[in-house]
């Protein structure tokens, strides 16, 4: 990429996750829609650093000038200058890795603040309705009137976020949601929280509901069926549930799926997302027909006396490739208007 691509500003986006690193570009001076541009993706386990993995990505998309701007959504607390990346080797100092990528500035964010940012900006064909209830799309960079949403997502972990919309601002609200201790619902459950709990003294929605929780998850059916664990991957797990609707494998990923709804009605009593809860994160794509045929959206309404205000809440899973880098754009477009 060479500056004569650009009408404003080039800023450089960034995505890191527990397992995957992504980079893009954005061109400041397209405000309406974010264009991403430069789009790659590389293993975390490639590279010793995050600057390591920055410089690559620079010069491998042929950027011919160190933005002066970056924008990183990062899997991780975002609390002072020390980051640490959950579930990744990485951890950096804000303003060392902004001098020594030589930065004029730098926002760090946690990855589901950034997605939650890229809400305003998703079109109805990223979004699929998960249940009955009428979605609402929150279309637009400064949507009307004010509204509350809430973002789920299993990955390497669980990220929660929210979106507030207030006066046509978007406001980002962090959360470690994902690591609340997951409520059993019935005897079944319990059992399965006694063989989790084996390993781990203390299980939150995160030890379940995540690439590494369905592992948890199929390992703790086993041990409560008396069932040899034959399955090694989440990917082995969810193909032979496709396959065999008697076996273990089909009962983990049913039961995945219900647990991820009722925590994602957690969610949203939690941030009184009333108008939206969206799903997230790499699962997905996998998890949709899932989610639509199982017990998602059950257990999800299942709240109680807030069963009525809960069946009224839409189900969104995101189907956008680039939720995370989007989101960083939304946030460096942001940036980018108040500094005008």
Same mark, same amino acid.
């Given at each position: 990429?060479?500056?004569?691509?650009?009408?404003?500003?080039?800023?450089?986006?960034?995505?890191?996750?527990?397992?995957?690193?992504?980079?893009?570009?954005?061109?400041?001076?397209?405000?309406?829609?974010?264009?991403?541009?430069?789009?790659?993706?590389?293993?975390?386990?490639?590279?010793?650093?995050?600057?390591? *993995? $920055?410089?690559?990505?620079? @010069?491998?998309?042929?950027?011919?000038?160190?933005?002066? &701007?970056? %924008?990183? #959504?990062?899997?991780?607390?975002?609390?002072?200058?020390?980051?640490?990346?959950?579930?990744?080797?990485?951890?950096?100092?804000?303003?060392?890795?902004?001098?020594?990528?030589?930065?004029?500035?730098?926002?760090?964010?946690?990855?589901?603040?950034?997605?939650?940012?890229?809400?305003?900006?998703?079109?109805?064909?990223?979004?699929?309705?998960?249940?009955?209830?009428?979605?609402?799309?929150?279309?637009?960079?400064?949507?009307?009137?004010?509204?509350?949403?809430?973002?789920?997502?299993?990955?390497?972990?669980?990220?929660?976020?929210?979106?507030?919309?207030?006066?046509?601002?978007?406001?980002?609200?962090?959360?470690?949601?994902?690591?609340?201790?997951?409520?059993?619902?019935?005897?079944?459950?319990? *059992? $399965?929280?006694?063989?989790? @709990?084996?390993?781990?003294?203390?299980?939150?929605?995160? &030890?379940? %509901?995540? #690439?590494?929780?369905?592992?948890?998850?199929?390992?703790?059916?086993?041990?409560?069926?008396?069932?040899?664990?034959?399955?090694?991957?989440?990917?082995?797990?969810?193909?032979?549930?496709?396959?065999?609707?008697?076996?273990?494998?089909?009962?983990?990923?049913?039961?995945?799926?219900?647990?991820?709804?009722?925590?994602?009605?957690?969610?949203?009593?939690?941030?009184?997302?009333?108008?939206?809860?969206?799903?997230?994160?790499?699962?997905?794509?996998?998890?949709?027909?899932?989610?639509?045929?199982?017990?998602?959206?059950?257990?999800?309404?299942?709240?109680?006396?807030?069963?009525?205000?809960?069946?009224a809440v839409p189900t969104l899973a995101i189907l956008h490739p680039d939720l995370g880098l989007l989101g960083a754009a939304a946030r460096a477009l942001a940036d980018h208007s108040s500094a005008r």
């Amino acid at each position: 990429m060479s500056p004569g691509e650009f009408q404003g500003e080039p800023i450089l986006l960034a995505d890191i996750g527990g397992t995957n690193a992504r980079f893009a570009m954005i061109d400041a001076g397209k405000r309406n829609d974010p264009v991403l541009l430069g789009i790659r993706r590389y293993p975390v386990t490639q590279f010793e650093s995050l600057a390591a *993995a $920055i410089r690559h990505y620079l @010069q491998e998309a042929g950027v011919a000038a160190t933005p002066r &701007r970056a %924008v990183l #959504g990062v899997a991780a607390p975002v609390k002072g200058d020390r980051i640490a990346i959950t579930n990744n080797p990485w951890t950096f100092s804000v303003e060392e890795l902004r001098s020594e990528c030589r930065f004029d500035s730098l926002a760090v964010i946690n990855d589901f603040s950034a997605n939650s940012m890229s809400l305003p900006y998703l079109q109805a064909a990223d979004v699929k309705a998960i249940g009955p209830a009428a979605p609402i799309v929150a279309r637009g960079p400064a949507p009307a009137p004010d509204r509350s949403f809430a973002v789920i997502g299993p990955g390497t972990g669980l990220g929660v976020g929210g979106l507030l919309i207030r006066d046509g601002r978007p406001i980002p609200v962090d959360s470690e949601g994902g690591h609340t201790s997951f409520a059993p619902a019935n005897a079944y459950e319990f *059992a $399965i929280l006694e063989a989790v @709990q084996q390993r781990f003294e203390r299980v939150s929605y995160e &030890r379940l %509901v995540c #690439g590494p929780g369905m592992m948890n998850l199929y390992r703790a059916v086993c041990a409560v069926e008396g069932l040899a664990a034959s399955s090694a991957t989440p990917e082995q797990v969810t193909a032979l549930a496709a396959g065999d609707r008697a076996g273990a494998e089909f009962r983990t990923l049913a039961l995945f799926c219900e647990i991820l709804g009722a925590c994602a009605g957690d969610v949203a009593l939690m941030f009184a997302a009333w108008d939206g809860v969206y799903l997230a994160g790499g699962m997905l794509p996998t998890l949709v027909p899932w989610l639509e045929s199982g017990g998602f959206r059950r257990r999800f309404e299942a709240k109680g006396r807030y069963r009525p205000t809960l069946q009224a809440v839409p189900t969104l899973a995101i189907l956008h490739p680039d939720l995370g880098l989007l989101g960083a754009a939304a946030r460096a477009l942001a940036d980018h208007s108040s500094a005008r």
